[in-house]
């Protein structure tokens, strides 16, 4: 299983991005999905999370601005960035807890891609 990370680039303060992440393979269920972030130099943080039931999480710091969604049909989630800060700037990177599924049993993987950039300037 992999996953496919897209839509990061640069705007300016007060624009919007819409990130999406696409989970391809042998996949028997996705469990949790998120959002994580890391800026240079700054420890990779939580940005959102999102359960199979739709019930979702923010960073305080993103609350009211940022949100979270699936597709549990295509196996994505999105994140869309409202009213975007320089702060924000960092790679974000998805994760989604993946149940693969073998020809005789099925495995818990927690899958990261690779990131995707996101630069907002002031």
């Known amino acids: 299983v992999q996953l496919q990370a897209s839509g990061g680039g640069s705007v300016q303060a007060g624009g919007s991005l819409r990130l999406s992440c696409t989970a391809s393979?042998?996949?028997?269920?996705?469990?949790?999905m998120g959002w994580y972030r890391q800026g240079t130099g700054k420890q990779r943080e939580l940005v959102a999370v999102i359960t199979s039931a739709g019930r979702a999480n923010y960073a305080a710091s993103v609350k009211g601005r940022f949100t979270i969604s699936r597709d549990n049909a295509k196996n994505t989630v999105y994140l869309q960035m409202n009213s975007l800060k320089p702060e924000d700037t960092g790679r974000y990177y998805c994760n989604q807890e993946i149940i693969e599924a073998g020809p005789v049993t099925l495995t818990a993987k927690d899958t990261w891609g690779r990131g995707t950039q996101v630069t907002v300037s002031s």
């Open positions: 393979g042998s996949i028997f269920r996705v469990d949790d």
